[in-house]
C-alpha cells in the first residue's frame, strides 16, 4: 500500500486548500478510504471518509458543511476539499486506508500534508 499526500500549506482563516492523495498497490475500488488529522500534541482525529460500498462521504461533526471528500477510483486518487478554515483545522493531514470501518484510525497511512490556518 502507498499513500501520497499533496496540496497541503498555509492560509488564513477563511480560505481553501485542496488535498490530494494518490494510491496504489492495492485495488484501490474495493477499499473504503479515509482522512484523518493530528494537530500538534493530539492523537489522531478521524475527518471524513468514503465507503468503496456506496461512494458516499461522510464527515466528522467538527469539518460537516465545510470539507468536501471526493474519490476517482479511475485514477486511484480521493480529495479532500477544505473551505471556510479555521485556526482549528492546523493539523497534518494524512490519508487513510482504514481498517474495521470508513471511520476508523486505524490502517495504513501516507506521510501526510501539513495544513496551517493562521487567524
Known amino acids: 500500500v502507498k499513500l501520497v499526500e499533496s496540496g497541503g500549506g498555509e492560509v488564513q482563516a477563511g480560505g481553501s486548500l485542496k488535498l490530494s492523495c494518490a494510491a496504489s498497490?492495492?485495488?484501490?475500488?474495493?477499499?473504503?478510504m479515509s482522512w484523518v488529522r493530528q494537530a500538534p500534541g493530539k492523537g489522531l482525529e478521524w475527518v471524513a471518509g468514503i465507503s468503496a460500498r456506496d461512494n458516499m462521504p461522510v464527515y466528522a461533526d467538527s469539518v460537516q458543511g465545510r470539507f468536501t471528500m471526493s474519490r476517482d477510483n479511475a485514477k486511484n486518487t480521493v480529495d479532500l476539499q477544505l473551505n471556510n478554515l479555521k485556526a482549528e483545522d492546523t493539523a497534518r493531514y494524512y490519508c487513510?486506508?482504514?481498517?474495521?470501518?470508513?471511520?476508523?484510525?486505524?490502517?495504513?497511512r501516507g506521510q501526510g500534508t501539513q495544513v496551517t490556518v493562521s487567524s
Open positions: 498497490g492495492f485495488r484501490f475500488s474495493e477499499y473504503d
Open positions: 487513510m486506508q482504514p481498517v474495521g470501518s470508513v471511520s476508523s484510525t486505524l490502517g495504513a
